[in-house]
């Protein structure tokens, strides 16, 4: 079975912090992506790579910076975290192919203060 | 622009009924079409996809029926349990290349009345 894990299920911090997620794949996809979900506007694509060192900007990126210093890691970081990037953030992983499906992690909820 | 859109925004069936959802999509460059079904506290997890040549695909309880015409597909859960109170999305995925993204509808949010 796929495990995509992401390192904490919450997390608290404060306006103007500096916010690291972590997230680790164990089946050498090579795709992987932070989604944020929020009540009525589904899930939100913010960054999303496809090797590594690759990234690409989702539909949201403002805010948001990424790391992939190796293929089963991928970072997202909030640069300097504001209370409206309180949210449900998602990882998913998925091999490359059209019709290959992602996995996803079971979220880290953060909340900024 | 909303490129893939869901109806109803919610859904509640009673114990051994039909659900139905539904979703309408944009762009014809689309070619592949999923169904995430996500419990709380979890993240989704892949129910059943299906690719533009052919009309309906069926999984146990779980069936796409695709109507390209109409650039529709619908997510049919025959007698509905329970355990099938979720929250589903449909997505798509155009074949622009292997590494083209998902766009996810908003989702839908299901309970199955005992």
């Known amino acids: 079975d796929v495990k995509v894990t992401q390192s904490s299920r919450y997390l608290v911090k404060r306006t103007g912090e500096k916010v690291f997620l972590e997230c680790v794949q164990d089946?050498?996809?090579?795709?992987m992506f932070w989604y944020r979900q929020d009540p009525g506007l589904g899930l939100r694509l913010i960054y999303f790579?496809?090797?590594?060192?690759?990234?690409e900007k989702g539909d949201i990126p403002e805010g948001y910076s990424v790391s992939r210093e190796k293929k089963e890691r991928f970072s997202l970081i909030l640069e300097s975290a504001s209370t409206n990037q309180t949210s449900m953030y998602l990882c998913a992983s998925s091999p490359t192919g059209v019709a290959q499906p992602q996995h996803f992690g079971d979220g880290t909820r953060l909340s900024i203060l | 622009q909303q490129q893939v859109k869901q109806s109803p925004q919610s859904l509640i069936v009673q114990k051994g009924g039909i659900s139905i959802i539904n979703c309408a999509y944009e762009n014809t460059a689309f070619d592949y079409f999923p169904w995430y079904q996500q419990f709380p506290g979890k993240g989704p997890a892949l129910l059943i996809a299906?690719?533009?040549?052919?009309s309906e695909k069926k999984e146990g309880r779980f069936t796409i029926s695709f109507n390209k015409s109409a650039k529709q597909f619908s997510l049919h859960i025959m007698d509905s349990q329970p355990g099938d109170s979720a929250t589903y999305f449909c997505?798509?995925?155009?074949?622009?290349?292997?590494?083209?993204?998902?766009?996810f509808g908003k989702g839908i949010t299901l309970s199955v009345r005992p």
């Open positions: 997505a798509a995925k155009p074949n622009t290349g292997a590494n083209s993204k998902l766009t």
């Open positions: 299906i690719r533009p040549d052919v």
């Open positions: 089946m050498d996809h090579e795709n």
């Open positions: 790579s496809y090797d590594v060192k690759m990234k």
